[in-house]
């Protein structure tokens, strides 16, 4: 799934919500991002639906960002994802791996197990970067 960086908003304070000039770092208005991942949830406090999308951003980084930041280009989803109903209702598509409870907790530790995390890591976004490739074509 290939996306378009659109627009800005704010994410906290009196103006979330809002558009804004500026955006996260690591991306880049115009630019055009893999998308990773979505999640999409509701915040009972706020009584709306979040939908993020997980981009590979500007330093080749994943980055969960709202979705409304974002046009699709291509809405074909990659071959390796695969759908989770979270214990809160949350609906996230993403490679199986990642969808494991402990998998990005991993993926950001210090220990021997963000090494293997980081492997399967690699090998999901690979998947993904070759399907995207070879659908530019």
């Given amino acids: 799934m290939r996306v ?20 996260p770092g690591g991306l880049t208005r115009g630019e055009d991002y893999l998308a990773l991942a979505i999640r999409a949830e509701m915040q009972p406090d706020k009584g709306i639906m979040s939908t993020l999308l997980l ?3 500007d330093y080749r980084e994943p980055q969960w960002v709202p979705a409304a930041t974002f046009s699709v280009l291509s809405n074909r989803l ?16 993403a490679p199986e791996p990642w969808l494991a409870p402990e998998f990005w907790g ?9 090494a293997i995390a ?10 993904m970067e070759a399907e995207d490739r070879a659908e530019r074509v």
């Fill in 4 to 23: 378009r960086c659109e627009r800005f908003f704010t994410t906290i304070g009196v103006t979330q919500g809002n558009e804004s000039d500026s955006g």
């Fill in 55 to 57: 981009v590979l951003d």
């Fill in 78 to 93: 990659p071959s390796n994802w695969k759908v989770d109903l979270g214990e809160s209702g949350a609906l996230n598509l």
């Fill in 106 to 114: 991993n993926y950001y530790s210090e220990d021997t197990a963000a």
């Fill in 118 to 127: 980081h492997d399967v890591y690699r090998k999901e976004l690979a998947t």
